[in-house]
């Protein structure tokens, strides 16, 4: 149980899971990780037999890693000591741990919310917004992202190398143990309202902020592929569409305008991409990601020198687009030029040249992040 000044609650918690070991007949004991209580509450744990683990990093994932870490036995159920969980029923999660799951969920959606346990910002947008994401990002099984009862086997989850120290602790143990292919399930569990008098530490927006980001980084693909591959795509039609000349839908004129902001997706498209694959290669050297053999197969093809090729004809071709527009100006005695004629030709020029950098610095990054590699292997 992680603490941070909960004299009030704590010993109803200890003395529910207590008892529910005794009834259980089974050999285990009460942590308490604390993270600097004032309240008196290591006393309190101590007066009733719990073991206090200091945690002198602040955090809510600080408390819980370090717990788990502390913690002698082969599973361990984790839970909030506000009495919000009732540790005295905690018979479904034994059962799933026993039957070889490594991580055993709690779903209060399942097993029932009781009035004023959850903020409505929390029951009716913050957990299933964050959960659906978490759902379509890792295709996790978990209904409940952020269920604070859940329980595992102590070496599997050792094993992720988890390291947030925040709330979002909550969402990484699904994310990694979901991506590392760990027997996961879920079991219903009742949400009581906080029996503690005081505010909770959670901070609804700055913690839902947290999590969202941590599901966001940790999916490389939906924040720089798909978004960055819908852009390019979108642009690139839009650029075919308009070079020949303005387009003219219900009484609305294209033109050179909307061709300039086609370039513009086009740009930032690809370098979406390319920031995906930078993110992907550094995931999976770091481990923070499983192998992907076909991704790595794709990056031993994007050579140096094949990056540098590509980007110098594509330089070539903007700056063949970029000689065109120079004399049809010359043509013109270098006056005043027709602006829809002109930038029909610089727009693709200096899209093609922006492209042909951004190809060849990349391939050069991705050469470095292959020295890196090697260097360590």
């Given at each position: 149980?992680?603490?941070?000044?909960?004299?009030?609650?704590?010993?109803?918690?200890?003395?529910?899971?207590?008892?529910?070991?005794?009834?259980?007949?089974?050999?285990?004991?009460?942590?308490?990780?604390?993270?600097?209580?004032?309240?008196?509450?290591?006393?309190?744990?101590?007066?009733?037999?719990?073991?206090?683990?200091?945690?002198?990093?602040?955090?809510?994932?600080?408390?819980?890693?370090?717990?788990?870490?502390?913690?002698?036995?082969?599973?361990?159920?984790?839970?909030?000591?506000?009495?919000?969980?009732?540790?005295?029923?905690?018979?479904?999660?034994?059962?799933?741990?026993?039957?070889?799951?490594?991580?055993?969920?709690?779903?209060?959606?399942?097993?029932?919310?009781?009035?004023?346990?959850?903020?409505?910002?929390?029951?009716?947008?913050?957990?299933?917004?964050?959960?659906?994401?978490?759902?379509?990002?890792?295709?996790?099984?978990?209904?409940?992202?952020?269920?604070?009862?859940?329980?595992?086997?102590?070496?599997?989850?050792?094993?992720?190398?988890?390291?947030?120290?925040?709330?979002?602790?909550?969402?990484?143990?699904?994310?990694?143990?979901?991506?590392?292919?760990?027997?996961?399930?879920?079991?219903?569990?009742?949400?009581?309202?906080?029996?503690?008098?005081?505010?909770?530490?959670?901070?609804?927006?700055?913690?839902?902020?947290?999590?969202?980001?941590?599901?966001?980084?940790?999916?490389?693909?939906?924040?720089?592929?798909?978004?960055?591959?819908?852009?390019?795509?979108?642009?690139?039609?839009?650029?075919?569409?308009?070079?020949?000349?303005?387009?003219?839908?219900?009484?609305?004129?294209?033109?050179?305008?909307?061709?300039?902001?086609?370039?513009?997706?086009?740009?930032?498209?690809?370098?979406?991409?390319?920031?995906?694959?930078?993110?992907?290669?550094?995931?999976?050297?770091?481990?923070?990601?499983?192998?992907?053999?076909g991704f790595m197969t794709m990056v031993r093809r994007l050579t140096l020198e094949r990056?540098?090729?590509?980007?110098?004809?594509?330089?070539?071709?903007?700056?063949?687009?970029?000689?065109?527009?120079?004399?049809?100006?010359?043509?013109?005695?270098?006056?005043?030029?027709?602006?829809?004629?002109?930038?029909?030709?610089?727009?693709?020029?200096?899209?093609?040249?922006?492209?042909?950098?951004?190809?060849?610095?990349?391939?050069?990054?991705?050469?470095?992040?292959?020295?890196?590699?090697?260097?360590?292997?």
């Amino acid at each position: 149980m992680p603490c941070l000044n909960e004299a009030e609650t704590l010993g109803l918690c200890i003395e529910k899971a207590q008892s529910f070991l005794e009834r259980a007949g089974i050999e285990g004991e009460v942590v308490i990780a604390d993270n600097g209580s004032t309240d008196g509450s290591q006393a309190i744990a101590e007066g009733l037999g719990a073991r206090i683990v200091p945690i002198p990093t602040r955090g809510y994932g600080s408390a819980l890693l370090g717990g788990i870490e502390a913690a002698r036995g082969r599973y361990v159920i984790m839970g909030d000591s506000d009495d919000s969980y009732d540790f005295s029923r905690l018979e479904l999660f034994v059962e799933k741990l026993r039957a070889g799951y490594a991580l055993v969920m709690g779903n209060r959606f399942k097993g029932g919310i009781m009035p004023g346990a959850m903020p409505p910002l929390h029951r009716y947008l913050g957990n299933p917004v964050l959960t659906t994401i978490g759902r379509l990002f890792f295709h996790s099984p978990c209904g409940d992202f952020h269920c604070g009862l859940r329980g595992f086997d102590r070496e599997a989850i050792l094993g992720l190398d988890l390291q947030a120290p925040g709330m979002e602790f909550a969402s990484e143990m699904v994310v990694k143990a979901t991506i590392n292919h760990l027997r996961i399930t879920e079991v219903p569990t009742i949400l009581s309202p906080d029996g503690r008098s005081r505010p909770p530490h959670l901070r609804s927006w700055r913690d839902g902020w947290r999590h969202l980001r941590f599901l966001l980084l940790f999916s490389p693909r939906w924040l720089f592929l798909y978004p960055g591959t819908a852009l390019f795509l979108v642009g690139a039609l839009g650029m075919a569409w308009l070079l020949p000349g303005p387009r003219r839908i219900a009484g609305v004129t294209f033109d050179i305008n909307t061709l300039f902001y086609a370039s513009v997706a086009v740009v930032v498209g690809f370098h979406s991409i390319l920031f995906w694959v930078f993110a992907k290669l550094y995931g999976v050297r770091e481990g923070l990601v499983p192998p992907d053999p076909g991704f790595m197969t794709m990056v031993r093809r994007l050579t140096l020198e094949r990056g540098l090729i590509l980007g110098a004809l594509l330089l070539l071709f903007g700056l063949g687009l970029g000689a065109g527009a120079v004399s049809s100006w010359g043509s013109a005695a270098f006056g005043n030029l027709s602006p829809e004629r002109a930038m029909r030709l610089v727009i693709p020029s200096g899209t093609a040249v922006l492209l042909a950098f951004q190809i060849g610095y990349g391939a050069f990054f991705l050469s470095v992040l292959e020295i890196r590699a090697g260097r360590r292997g």
